[in-house]
């Protein structure tokens, strides 16, 4: 069993950026791939980041590449989202997810993860 608690989210102006953390409960959390997600207003959820349970492996959609920057510090058992050159567009709530590094499923299917978070509210005024 893993529990996530996301924090950083905020209000934040065009061109600005964030930092989100997820904590993750228990001792297995490197044993664990993560993702980030996000859901606006209306929208279904969608993928925006991944990484693998050494740190070593991630992914990311077009939209956000170079934007976005996914990091895991296993000693702390924390996974962290970098969000800079923030966009309108990226107003959400992002979401962390945990599935086994075990599993080989789709990165960016979020049915692959069985552990996610509440949530963090990012909004970015233009």
């Known amino acids: 069993q893993v529990q996530l608690v996301e924090s950083g989210g905020g209000l934040v102006q065009t061109g600005g950026s964030l930092r989100l953390s997820c904590a993750a409960s228990g001792r297995t959390f490197s044993t664990y791939d993560m993702g980030w997600f996000r859901q606006a207003p209306g929208k279904e959820r969608e993928f925006v980041a991944h990484?693998?349970?050494?740190?070593?492996?991630?992914h990311y959609p077009n939209a956000v590449k170079g934007r976005l920057t996914i990091s895991r510090d296993n000693a702390k058992n924390t996974v962290y989202l970098q969000m800079n050159s923030l966009k309108p567009e990226d107003t959400a709530v992002y979401y962390c997810a945990a599935r086994p590094s075990s599993y080989s499923g789709p990165y960016y299917y979020e049915r692959t993860y069985g552990y996610w978070g509440q949530g963090t509210q990012v909004t970015v005024s233009s």
């Open positions: 990484i693998s349970w050494s740190g070593g492996v991630t």
